[in-house]
């Protein structure tokens, strides 16, 4: 009785898991196929001598592939992270396979405000103009924390730091239109449950807190791509996107479960960084997008989002909140 007890129990369980593998595989092949059925390429050969870009992350993973991009086109392009021996290598890279010496590094650390400031207050006095700012940098699955700031760690790399340094480069960019500013979000921006009052509170660190959390960033960064383009003057572009399931590194810091469902969805659907950059490098150079200010765009195309980022109140709420806690005056 105990033994056939067993074997029932077994067999169940067998059946939940191998149901529960179903269900994942099903659901990832219907999100390849909802927001991926092909892979967009950008087809502009637009030309950036003597146009200066900024990328912030440009060391690894997408970042790398659209510095590498711009730097073909001619364009003097800054990679500003905080690893400088990574840095190093990708430029000897980037040199290397484009022939452009116009590559440098600049350290920044989104995680600290200071270094922000320092960041911008370095490049206003070095630089005369800056022509694509490209806020690429993020982070995901790190164990909930707050920074020295006050601000949930996640929430500070992936927007609170890129906001303060776009705000703080806003002079240059408007000088030198026309010019881009281009927002890297994700299309986990739709899972976000954001209240305005707890955007810099640490979250859960279990595997749906960090989820929850790495939603929230992505959609702030929707919501601030709208109270920009409302914001800035004609000439200058800015928009947000979703870049596709990369397999980069984003995700190294989860654990169990958690890292395994993201790996195995990444080797269903993933693209390589080089792929995943196109739709970056589309909004820095495409001809079609000169003029286009507020969109978000999948697959070099303009794609559909949360109706969270048309709420109207909900954008001014968090630029408001965003200024207050990145002690900051409205620049615009």
């Not at 200066?52 to 993973?61: F, K, P, R, S, W």
């Not at 239109?177 to 976000?192: D, E, Q, T």
């Not at 469902?261 to 909004?283: R, S």
């Amino acid at each position: 009785m105990i033994l056939a007890i067993g074997y029932y129990l077994l067999i169940t369980a067998l059946i939940l898991f191998l149901t529960l593998c179903l269900l994942v595989l099903t659901t990832a092949l219907y999100v390849k196929l909802k927001l991926e059925p092909v892979k967009g390429v950008c087809t502009s050969n637009v030309r950036l001598d003597g146009k200066i870009a900024l990328v912030t992350g440009g060391n690894q993973g997408i970042g790398l592939e659209t510095a590498r991009d711009l730097a073909a086109r001619g364009a003097r392009v800054l990679i500003a992270c905080r690893d400088a021996k990574a840095a190093a290598e990708a430029i000897a890279d980037i040199r290397a396979t484009t022939g452009n010496d116009l590559v440098e590094f600049k350290h920044l650390d989104l995680a600290k405000f200071s270094s922000v400031r320092q960041f911008a207050e370095d490049f206003n006095s070095s630089y005369d103009r800056l022509d694509i700012l490209v806020n690429n940098a993020g982070c995901a699955g790190l164990r909930s924390k707050s920074t020295e700031d006050g601000i949930d760690v996640v929430m500070q790399v992936n927007y609170f730091g890129a906001f303060l340094l776009t705000n703080l480069l806003l002079d240059k960019i408007i000088t030198s239109k026309p010019s881009r500013i281009v927002i890297v979000s994700s299309w986990l921006h739709n899972y976000a449950k954001l209240r305005v009052e707890d955007l810099h509170k640490v979250g859960e660190n279990d595997f749906f807190g960090q989820i929850y959390t790495y939603s929230n960033s992505k959609l702030c960064d929707l919501l601030w791509t709208k109270a920009l383009a409302k914001r800035l003057p004609e000439g200058v572009t800015v928009n947000s996107l979703h870049p596709g399931v990369v397999k980069t590194n984003i995700f190294r810091r989860l654990s169990g479960f958690g890292l395994k469902l993201i790996n195995f969805l990444c080797d269903l659907m993933y693209k390589t960084p080089k792929e995943g950059a196109q739709t970056t490098i589309h909004l820095c150079v495409s001809e079609e997008v000169e003029g286009v200010r507020g969109k978000y765009f999948m697959e070099c195309k303009e794609a559909q989002y949360s109706s969270k980022a048309d709420d109207d109140a909900l954008v001014e709420q968090v630029w408001n909140k965003s200024l207050e806690l990145t002690n900051l005056r409205d620049p615009l």
